[in-house]
Every structure is written in C-alpha cells, then in structure tokens.
C-alpha cells in the first residue's frame, strides 16, 4: 500500500523559513518522479515543485522559483521541500505526490498534507 507521510508544517513569521518532509512507503520510491501540491483555504489544488527520479531536474512553479527547493533523499524514502522567504499568501496545507512512473510528472497517489501558516 502506497503511504505518502508529510511533516514540518508550522506556524511561521513572514519572511521565515520551514522544512516540510514527506516520508514514503509501499512502493519503490527511486522509480518515480515525485511532486508537492498545495491547498490555500477556500482555494483549489496549486502545484508547487516536481523533481525527477534520481533529482536530477527539478520544476517550480513560478511563484515559488527561488524561495522553494526541493530534493529526495533515495536511501531515506524521503521527499523535502525546503521554504525561505514565507509569505502570508503561501498558507496552505501542503501535500506531497507520488508520479505515475519514472517520467511521468502525473499524480496517483497523495499524503494526508501538513499544515503550514505564515502569519505575524
């Protein structure tokens, strides 16, 4: 059974920084392209960032590019997004995705997510 499990959420001051991970099991994680997503309250589903199998390439969306990174620890099953320069408008629940395959960028599975606040 896929199990995607994220952690790190917080409440943050603008301008800080947090950590989210997204353990996962169940399946072999360096075979697949993995993906976070975000639900601001009252607003739908906004990709975030996409990195490759081995993490070798990675995607942001625009408004995250160079304020978000994201990276894969393989021997650890483990994905990260690493969040500096927060703002207000980037409080939502976060979820980590599961790709369809080793290059496919297309999401079949998600976390439960992890809250994250940026409020003064």
């Known amino acids: 059974e896929v199990q995607l499990v994220e952690s790190g959420g917080g409440l943050v001051q603008p301008g800080g920084s947090l950590r989210l991970s997204c353990a996962a099991s169940?399946?072999?994680?360096?075979?697949?392209?993995m993906s976070w997503v975000r639900q601001a309250p009252g607003k739908g589903l906004e990709w975030v960032s996409a990195?490759?199998?081995?993490?070798?390439?990675?995607y942001y969306a625009e408004s995250m590019k160079g304020r978000f990174t994201i990276s894969r620890d393989n021997a650890k099953n483990t994905l990260y997004l690493q969040m500096n320069s927060l703002k207000s408008e980037d409080t939502a629940v976060y979820y980590c995705?599961?790709?369809?395959?080793?290059?496919?960028?297309?999401?079949?599975?998600w976390g439960k997510g992890t809250l994250v606040t940026v409020s003064s």
């Open positions: 995705a599961k790709g369809r395959s080793l290059l496919d960028y297309d999401m079949d599975y």
């Open positions: 169940g399946f072999t994680f360096d075979d697949y392209a």
């Open positions: 990195i490759s199998w081995n993490g070798g390439s990675t």
